[in-house]
């Protein structure tokens, strides 16, 4: 890192600013005071007290209307009466916030039609660290919701303009999970929960538990709080998967059809995981008097998640010959086959002509796991308000990969048996996959000669960041229309890692290659699958390995040292130091009130990696930059208002992109690399919406925004000079090489609109809707226009009826995000095709102290599916996976 200099120069800016004050603190806890000030207000004038869901729409309502920026909110009210099991799930009913579900749950959050990694979340106004739990997963900046469960919040806060004194880091928006604090509850307040879920595609029920005590002295200086939580859940789904194409000139064995393209590969996926997610929350809160509150958060996160997967694969791009052509396509990528034959005496097992059909399984042992610790100290004098708050979040993912194969080709189907004979139709017509067999039992677990991975990888990756932060608010008496100014500043250390070892494992004679096959492992045979998401005509009987079974078989495999071989090019430590100084001022005038102000960053970075002559190579990069920002409210009446916004926002790169890595070839004067170099993503955003409160809870509301990115990030290659080494003869020169890498350049422009509906409709019936349209262009570094925008949906919507009254309460829900780009695979664009979810809840208070609840997700059975892209291979499949519908009955009980 560099030297000391560095933190100086920049303590001394902040004690500089902090002395005229001109900056500001974090936003979060002071602002959510004066939102409840203001609430507390309108509620006082209320003589109904109104609970239940709909006292909950109206509480997200008035933060919405008091507040001093662009955002929107979901309280615990509204998690606990959503059918919804993490934090994502729950955030897919604020307009312009959409997710993605690969896995049935919501893995990652998108903000206003900007990828996942855009936006960053935090837990009480500060970081929190999170790790992956699948190997295919890149780490970004954004945070994994899947591993958080929505019991233990009690709200949900997106922030959509920037203030100055909100932390810095995100072109997207700011997601704040706010945790209860217990002396703003009743002493010895206990809540409990037992819920079970029918899983329909596992035909099983799982258990999930969940509870919270709070309690505080009678004098209500001193409480403490603990909450938990423990969900199980048994996924399985079946899925197609198709990876279009591959050249296939050569192939046409018997001159049966004209075409250069075929599929590499496709296949009938079985993935099984067994997920137990586990929380708690301690929290301890001290307030001698009314100018100083101590508050100390402890949050621990754990998910066990064991999975297996195996994908049952034709793979012409390793087949030689290809025969019985019956069905060719013209793509714009090129004429490509759809439907064919291969025979099994035609595949050699040779290098490249190897793969006529079988299993391809990977079993993986994975227990990522997070904490946050933090404390968080404000003082209020008559002449200013302080805060203080540090802290510390760490997260660790493991993940333990093996894997075993049923590969079959003439070298291996002795095992199975197996004559040569065998015929295998591939028919991709109609836009999904069938596969028939001539010849074969594809049911059979002995059909498949097994064959164990020896080298296996193990993957771990951590992350963790310190940090610490001082506020000042100064109320200005005589400040003409600044009612105050606020100053301060925030310092963070954050390290991001991850390695990966090979080991071998020890496989008995009992399952050697040549011998054995799936039926000696623990397997069952499936019948009934791909009934929606396949041809009529495809497999719906293939061997499954059972979980458990499996899992210990992988443990007997493993070996006590995982950690025996390095994988170099695999290794990278991001070793990031940040401090952010701000200023900001709120200002009122007749009608108008708001706040302007700057924040000022200083980004420090030590990016470590291996490359190809040395290990452990650090590579330096620094830069700053300022972020303005203007919030403004214009009340036009007592129930309209008029709200703008204007800022200049930053996105970190993610880490990956960030590796110091380097790699070559010498002969073919090609290469690939990370760059440390990069800068960030750099975006000027603009709002204006009026937003109408014709009744107590009631909203209607547009909101036009416009984010112009003028620092994008494109993977490309480009030619760049560098000293290599011969590798024939070990010598040192200086050549030209096409290096493809991520680099700053191109822009992009994204705009949109907000319109949003809440009201109660009479006799306990209401409803709350929105919509989001968003509009991107994007330009590359080489002034190429008409490239996507990952992760922007052009139309997102949501819809929630309900009916309630003192005793039951019923909802029907619906939420679509349009179709989006969510990047390459295999060279081409892969698009996320639109989904459309149907949830129901109902609710019924049995005593004053106990509710039963069911609750479905996903009524309708829609499929995730995505495709290759229209300018490719004319939308073709990629994936389709049957998540399935899952039922929830709960029982709760509250004192």
Known sequence: MKSNNFRKNLLAHGVALALVGVTAPLAFAQEAEKQEEKKDEVASLEEIQVVGFRAALEKSVNVKRYATVVMDSINAEDIG???????????MRIPGVGIERRFGEADGVSIRGLDPALSLTYLNGQSISTAQWFEGYRPTR??????LAAELVSSLEVYKSPRADLPDGSIGGVVNI????????????????????YSENAERWDPAFSGLYSWKTDDEKFGVLISASHQERFTTYDAMENYYGSAAAAKDTDGSGDFDQVTWGAGHAIFQQQRERTAYNLTAQYQPNEQLDITANYLNFSLSADNVNSNYLVVPGRTADIRNVTAVEDFPAGQGVLRHDSYLSDVTGESGNDYWFGP?????????????????VNY????FDAHVQVGHTEAEGDIIVIGYSGMINTQTMGAAGLTGDEVLTLDLTGNKLGVEFDGFDPSNPASYPLSIRENNPHIQDADEETYAQFDLTVPMQNGGIVTSVKTGLKYQDRTNERSLHNFTVDIPASLATGTATYADLPVNTGCGQYQETAKSNT????????LDGIRSLSADLTPSNTLQRESLADFYQINEQKLAIYGMAEFEYDKFAGNFGVRYVDYDLESVANQADALRVPTNNDYSEFLPSLNVTYEINEDVLVRGAAARVMSLPNYQDLRNTFSYNSTTRTGSAGNPYLEPWLATQFDLGIEWYFAEGALASATYFRKDIDSFLFSISEIETHQIIDEDTGDFFTADLDISRTRNGGEANLQGIELQLQAELGYGFGVTTNYTFTDAEVVDNNGQDGLNLPGNSEDMWNVTTYWENDRYSARLMANHRGEFFNGFRIGTASETEAYTSVDVAFSAEVTENVTLSLQGVNLTGELYRTKNAQDSWDGLFQLINDGGTRWFVNAAVKF
């Open 81 to 91: 009466k959503f059918p919804d099991k993490n934090i994502g799930d729950a955030l």
């Open 142 to 147: 954004g945070f994994r919701s899947d591993m």
């Open 178 to 197: 706010k945790t209860r604090r217990p002396l703003e509850m009743d002493a010895n307040t206990m809540h409990g929960s037992m819920e079970y879920q």
């Open 360 to 376: 391809d399984t990977f079993f993986r042992n994975t227990n990522p796991e997070a904490q946050a610790l933090d404390i968080d």
């Open 380 to 383: 209020s004098h008559e002449l």
């Open 539 to 546: 497999l719906t009987c293939l061997p499954t390995l059972d």
